[in-house]
């Protein structure tokens, strides 16, 4: 029960902090997609490395690889470390290229999927209020998708290949950093030759830019770690709903700053608009009857004293 509710609490905190890194990966819109995972799979293995020296546990690692191709499970780890590297991409470029509310119904679609593959490979029983949970979550991921006019092949492929990542991680179980090392470890020649023949460099886009790429890898480490120890702690179709948290974040995240800017806009358009009448003001002449009135005025008060 202890490791279930370690696996809940693991699970909700990865999904709140995957939620809010839309935001994250859209101030990094000038930087190609292809650029971004191979900056992020970089800094990702630079970061759990220092994580492992700190730790003492690189013999871990090792010993780890041997053991994996002794038990032909090696094959595994290098395919979720390509699931999740298809992951990224397709997230970042939807992200960056105003396409967030079809990555927001990938994720909608991607616990179904969870579902689905929970029954079919894990074995896992279906209770009669998850159930009725699921046909709830059907009929709103059907209504999201007619909303939105189509199915767009990325939204799919986004979804089932984080599916299929969890999948091989609750079927070969590691140790959350060791999981997550060997994973970056795999694909991390690959990024390193990208960025070599790439045209793009670091700092091309300013120092911001280039700090925000170095946070990616903290960025992603943290709730890769979160989800590795969920995984290993609890039922897939549990955090097939967990998952849920994510893509309502998103659009929350969304409303908030739709308000935010309008909030913007209307003090400005306010500002803009006493500015155009204090400047017609200024131009405005002055009449002379009025200027007349006013010296009548002021001989008056001389008289009367």
């Known amino acids: 029960m202890e490791n279930k509710k370690l696996g809940i609490n693991t699970g909700l ?13 859209e101030t990094l819109h000038a930087v ?5 995972l191979a900056y992020r799979i970089v800094w990702s293995l630079v970061t759990i490395g220092i994580i492992l020296t700190i730790q003492h546990d690189w013999h871990t690692v090792f010993s780890t690889i041997k053991q994996l191709a ?21 997230y970042i470029y939807m992200v960056t290229h105003h396409q967030a509310t079809e990555a927001s119904l990938g994720y909608y679609i991607m616990p179904l999927i969870n579902v689905a593959v ?20 059907i009929i ?24 299929f990542y969890g999948l091989i991680k609750k079927q070969v179980q590691l140790p959350a950093t060791i999981s ?25 886009n300013g120092p911001r830019i280039a700090i925000l790429l170095v946070l990616s890898g903290i960025i992603t480490v943290v709730p890769l770690l979160l989800f590795a120890v969920a995984t290993k702690n609890t039922d897939f179709i549990t955090l097939s709903f967990i998952q849920y948290l994510n893509p309502t974040i998103q659009l929350l995240m969304a409303i908030v700053f739709i308000f935010i800017w309008a909030g913007i806009a ?19 002449p002055i009449k002379k009857e009025t200027v007349k009135q006013s010296f009548k005025g002021v001989s008056s008060v001389e008289h009367g004293r």
């Open 13 to 25: 905190l990865a999904y709140v902090f995957w939620g809010m890194l839309g935001v994250f990966w």
């Open 32 to 36: 190609p997609a292809m650029d971004t």
């Open 70 to 90: 002794r038990n032909r499970k090696l094959g595994w780890i290098i395919l979720s470390s390509l699931l999740i590297s298809v992951n990224w991409l397709i």
């Open 118 to 137: 929970a029954i079919l490979f894990l074995h896992e029983q279906l209770s009669k209020t998850k159930v009725i949970a699921i046909i709830l979550v």
């Open 140 to 163: 709103g991921v059907v209504v999201l998708t007619i909303q939105s006019g189509s199915l767009p092949l990325n939204t799919l492929l986004m979804a089932a290949s984080f599916c």
């Open 180 to 204: 997550l090392t060997l994973e970056t470890l795999f694909v991390m020649p690959i990024a390193v030759i990208y960025l070599l023949w790439s045209p793009h460099t670091m700092l091309q």
């Open 266 to 284: 209307v003090f400005v358009y306010g500002s803009f608009r006493s500015y155009r009448q204090f400047q017609q003001m200024r131009k405005k």
